[in-house]
């Protein structure tokens, strides 16, 4: 078994020992999380209710340059003050936040005087509010909640608003920082960072640059597929885990090759909202926890090196749980009629290194800056990092070194 901690309070249980470390696929029960969601076209109009009803008095705004320079920031503003609500914003981030942003977040938040954090943004931007609302309450660095379950004082209501298609992060129990010291992504897990209130209104996803799109897809993407064959996944993930699958591989082209496709982006951003609802639930696998480690080195869109990583943790994978790459393929649109699992899980790797191809992601780590004399610490931090737990196969050192050289 890899080192990383047992996701104790998310998998199933299997029988009377609970969060004795996690037990095969279908055994025991299931728990799942879920955020109040408001889903639809327009939807951020909602957002000053929704802070009222969270008990706002004074909301604080975490967002970034991007999403002010959109008009987004300024119509949530909008939107909060026809309920009442004066927002104080803070953009102090830059994409993969980092320890020390957190840090300065948390301070602006406590000296405003807020009572509940709106995060408005890609992933980042929403990982950051989450952390900012557990320091806030927690005290001490956001390092020290790193893990599972480490939170354990009460957080501020959370708002979540976001602004691409991929990330999950809204309604997900999951956030990811950046450690400065070690140069890795720090995840930490747990229900107190499931958000109370996520708004998705695809709109807002019409103004992201096509490279985010593309990155944040293959994310949304991978979350659907590693939370499928994960080891956590039940009934209940595994149906919107397969749709948001099907969703990505219908409509994330659609939406690149036209703005105005409409339909397209709503199917995207239901994707990963789908996709968010599996992986919070089901947890992640290999190429998250690979994943995590690049781009904590390397400061690299997160979506983009799981592209690269996916087709090979889709082919290691597959000799563990072959036959949960039959649907996976099938969603993708891939003809699997008599199809045996492992040839099933070959020609899913294939569509997705093809798509990610497409979409101009490298089709190697080293084309990203990773270096050979990289692998060594890049597999034994992935060892650490709580998603391997659920991986549907068991990956030691050299299994995940073998990956990395692969993908290299
Ligand atoms: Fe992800």
Redesign the pocket.
Known sequence: MPTAPPVADTAPRAGPRPGHGVPPRGAGFTKYLVPEVVFGWGALSEAGWAARRLGAQRPFVVTDAGLAEAGWEAELAGHLAEAGLRATVWRGLTPNPKDHEVAAGTEAYLASGCDVIVGLGGGSVIDAAKAIAVVASNGGRILDYEGVDKVTAAIPPTLMCPSTAG?GADVSQFAVITDTTRRLKATLIGRALVPDISITDPRLLGTMPDDLAAATGL?AL??GIEAFVSRASGPLTDVHALHAVELISGSLQRTLRDRDDDAARTGMAQASLEAGLAFTNAILGAT?AMSHQVGGLLDLP?GVV?GVLLPHVIRFNARSAPDRFVPVARAMGIDVTGVPGDVAAELAAEAVARLAADLGVPRGLAQLGVRESDIDTLATTTLGDACLSTNPRDADRADVAALFRAAL
């Open positions: 990330t994310d991978t979350h998250h997160h799981n």
